[in-house]
């Protein structure tokens, strides 16, 4: 039969292609649902995680390094996306620590991007793996270990989409001290961060237990406070920082924590004596207390997590090296943390 109505023709064109062209079992939809298919398509195609390498630029200390880059599933691929970057820490690498902690089945769920970076390569006299968050040339913004983290970060931002207002950093053990380190360095690009199992800004050796100091000491705080007012200068901010330890940690004393709290305290002007609230839990086989300390704005800016029960690891994860699963899961309080403290400019 002709059809006199050009618009009739058209409809009619439409209403074959639909029953024609589109397999019905998988574009039931129409048009729509073919677009959501190949929304679907264009998402499994990316890869849950790259493998990437740092090379060395021309500024002191610098050098080599691999990172793994978890892209979280259902990611759609120019939509901006938090980065959370995860330090390992001493006899570790960046996989154990992807796997203990379990950011990636986080990010997955949440949407965002997590950056595990591996120390590669060090000289000094360390541990195996550890972060030289004790040696001075390690710990200042444009040299060694601190700069190449950031220059990773910028790296990053180059290839995915990443939202400059959301990128947070953390770290176990000696990456806790480096994570620390970047947030003092980066004061001014760091949204927020957290120390599981770490010690303060510019510390020295003799704050852990190892096989040759039983007897862990830290620096004074107005010390601490001077070495971080230093290295921020003019981008001096109250970065928001979440510290987590446990009492029965035998590496790094409890002692390091509150200096870290009463230290971040001194520099921003925050009364750390007085938490504005407190609340307490029990998770597996460990007890713990989460208190929040506020500036003058009644914003929280420091809360500790402290645990009684594990020993040094990282809690609530996964089972791997230098993990406690039986404890409370410190990365879902961390990424809570993160998500309420974006970075104001």
Not at 90 to 106: A, K, P, T, V
Not at 184 to 196: F, T
Not at 262 to 280: L, P
Not at 311 to 334: E, L, M, Q
């Amino acid at each position: 039969m002709k059809l006199a109505n050009p618009l009739a023709k058209v409809g009619a064109l439409l209403r074959w292609a639909r029953l024609k062209l589109l397999p019905k079992p998988r574009f039931r939809g129409g048009i729509r649902a073919a677009l959501v298919a190949w929304r679907d398509r264009r998402r499994e195609s990316l890869p849950d995680d790259e493998t990437h390498t740092f090379s060395a630029r021309s500024y002191p200390g610098s050098r080599t390094r691999l990172y793994l880059v978890h892209v979280p599933r259902g990611t759609i691929v120019r939509r901006s996306r938090p980065l959370v970057v995860v330090l390992h820490g001493c006899q570790q690498d960046n996989r154990d620590i992807e796997q203990i902690s379990g950011f990636n089945q986080l990010a997955d769920r949440h949407g965002f991007l997590v950056a595990y970076p591996f120390i590669t390569s060090y000289h000094g006299m360390r541990n195996r793996n550890c972060w030289g968050w004790w040696f001075d040339r390690e710990i200042h913004a444009g040299s060694g270990e601190v700069e190449d983290l950031w220059q990773i970060v910028e790296e990053i931002k180059s290839r995915y989409a990443v939202d400059h207002r959301r990128i947070h950093v953390t770290g176990l053990s000696s990456g806790a001290g480096m994570a620390v380190a970047m947030m003092v360095a980066h004061a001014d690009k760091i949204a927020s961060g957290a120390a599981v199992a770490g010690v303060p800004y510019a510390e020295k050796a003799v704050a852990v237990r190892h096989a040759f100091n039983r007897l862990p000491r830290n620096r004074p705080v107005a010390s601490i406070v001077s070495a971080m007012q230093a290295e921020m200068g003019e981008a001096e901010r109250p970065i928001p920082i979440q510290i987590v330890h446990s009492e029965n940690d035998d590496k790094v004393d409890i002692q390091s924590a509150r200096v870290l709290r009463d230290s971040w305290g001194h520099c921003f002007d925050i009364d750390t004596r007085h938490s504005y609230r407190v609340t307490n839990g029990q998770a597996g086989s460990a007890s713990w207390e989460h208190s929040r300390y506020r500036n003058g704005a009644g914003k929280s800016v420091i809360e500790t997590l402290f645990l009684k029960g594990p020993g040094h690891g990282w809690y609530g994860g996964n089972p791997g090296n230098h993990s406690f699963p039986d404890a409370p899961d410190v990365k879902r309080s961390i990424w809570k943390f993160f998500v309420s403290h974006p970075l104001h400019k």
